[in-house]
């Protein structure tokens, strides 16, 4: 979607208009694996936490909009939360939401802790987990722990999905989790996913990371609207509501919307100004603003990246685009915000079909 510049004055930004459909709780920064790369910077020093309470109370919250149906739990290791996990999502299931977990899997050390940690989850009402693993979290955990999890995951009922860290760098051999997980992939109880593992916008990476097999594969995903801005937000440790559930959130402030230290969900949403960039990026992408800073800067074009992700860190940090959209962005305002209107009715009415 490509916007052209139009002269306009009438476009100040609007009352906020985003529907989230999810929300996503960075319960900690603290985890038992120090990942290189780690786009929350999670260790197990780390020590940045939401406050038990706040988390119960944003899920009250969120029962207040409703176009939430869903509510992650994340970090870190939201597993360190032990049984106040389970309480997280027992409140969440009995307020009618969808539950996701994302965890390294470090509680499976053997078949039967997996089994009796899974079974307490399903107890609480877990629909989803989501378990991560490759090369640099095989240095913390053991595929066999994995592999215990989401067998237990499969046994439970509850589906699993593997997400399997991608880059030139990797050693990981996937093949032990096609073999022993074989049944339960056949009978899509468990899933395997590849997602690119790019280099922390935040500076704390030291293996330096490329993907050329990805691109080279034409399994680059970096083109097209971002569908996840303000679908899903997210709130960090330090309780800021951010409009991405991507890796770079936390160090691109155009995604933050507020902090929800001392405000609700509903009125952080509600006050918030539409932000030019987050509804650009859902109705656009990166590559289409790209596209407009080039009538301004006609050499400008974002490098061949492997994810949206990594395409919209990329244009952020550029001193050049940034300073385009800030003087000019105004001229296709209104263009956006009717894109965004005229998206989501649509959406909206494939949903009600």
Known sequence: MTFRSRPTSTWRGSPMIIRPRALSLITTRRCTAECDHCCIGSSPRASQAIPLERMHS????????P??????????????????????????????????????????????????????????????IM????????EFVPIERVIHAARAAA???IPCRIAIEVCDQQTFDESILHKQLAPEIAARQVFLGHDPWTTDVGGRGVTPLT???????????????CTQIMDTITVTPNQDLLACCGFPMEQLPELRIGSIANRTLAEVLREAPNGLMKLWLHVGGPHAIADFIAQTIPDFAIPQSVSICQACATLQRDPRAMAVIAERGSEVGNQIVSAFVELHSGIAALRAF
């Open 58 to 65: 944003l899920i009250d919250e969120a029962k207040s909009i």
């Open 67 to 128: 176009s939430i149906q869903r509510i992650g739990f994340t970090g870190g290791e939201c597993f360190l939360l032990g049984r106040a996990l389970d309480a997280l999502i027992a409140h969440a299931h009995e307020l009618e939401f969808e539950t996701r977990v994302v965890t390294n899997g470090y509680w499976a050390g053997n078949a039967l802790a997996a089994e009796r940690r899974i079974s307490s989850l399903c107890v609480a009402g877990l629909d989803q």
């Open 131 to 138: 378990i991560s693993t490759g090369t640099f979290h095989q």
């Open 155 to 157: 046994t439970a009922r």
């Open 211 to 225: 993907h050329r097999q990805l691109i080279d594969g034409g399994n680059a995903l970096e083109s097209g609207r």
